[in-house]
């Protein structure tokens, strides 16, 4: 795969070729700097190591510091490796820009989900509750219920649908059509939804 990273700014609607109104994402892509390029020889696969966003030099340990000197560049805040990157295709210390787009190119974008913390099993995998309140029920409405057999298994097993952490996982929204781009201000406007919080970052491939 090949591709920059970005940010998601909003959302938004635009006129599709048929005129029908669709939703669409609005994505920050890029600048990005190519800060390593990897080689088979002294790492053991080709990759390209791309930056994006500054970040400033006293919020970065020297080991950073010294790393993105080399390309000769400020800290970034986000580096992603690709590996769909032909070699000879990009040199180190280069700049990507949205321009490494098309209009008509399909993408996919990776976003981390919006993080929801400890939440019950209602909330998190839809569950309906024990129902009402009769028969000398009481607080049970949000409750999981049975979890198990007494006898057998006398245990609960693996993969019991139960409350935990929700939310902030990587997720990958494939096949999205850019229907916009405006490469002045790195923005790249593709239809339907992305994961994640507005000004979280986004990996969009090609």
Not at 119 to 148: D, E, I, K, L
């Amino acid at each position: 795969m090949q591709g920059l990273i970005g940010k998601k700014v909003g959302m938004t609607s635009l006129f599709d070729e048929e005129g029908k109104n669709v939703a669409c994402t609005v994505l920050q892509a890029g600048p990005c700097v190519v800060t390593q390029i990897k080689t088979v020889d002294k790492d053991g696969y080709y990759a390209v190591q791309l930056g994006f966003e500054d970040k400033k030099e006293k919020h970065s340990t020297k080991a950073e510091t010294g790393h993105f000197k080399k390309s000769g560049t400020a800290p970034k805040k986000k580096v992603v490796e690709f590996t769909g990157f032909a070699e000879g295709q990009v040199k180190e210390g280069e700049v990507l820009t949205a321009e490494f787009f098309r209009p008509d190119n399909w993408v996919d974008v990776r976003g981390w989900s919006k993080g929801k913390g400890f939440q019950g099993v209602v909330r998190r995998h839809g569950f309906s509750g024990v129902g009402g309140q009769t028969h000398g029920q009481h607080n049970r409405g949000r409750a999981p219920g049975s979890m198990g057999a007494s006898s057998f298994p006398s245990r609960v097993l693996p993969g019991m649908r139960m409350a935990g952490r929700m939310g902030n996982n990587k997720v990958m929204s494939i096949s999205m059509k850019v229907m916009k781009l405006m490469p002045e201000n790195n923005i790249l406007i593709v239809r339907g939804s992305v994961p994640g919080p507005k000004g979280g970052y986004v990996i969009i491939t090609k």
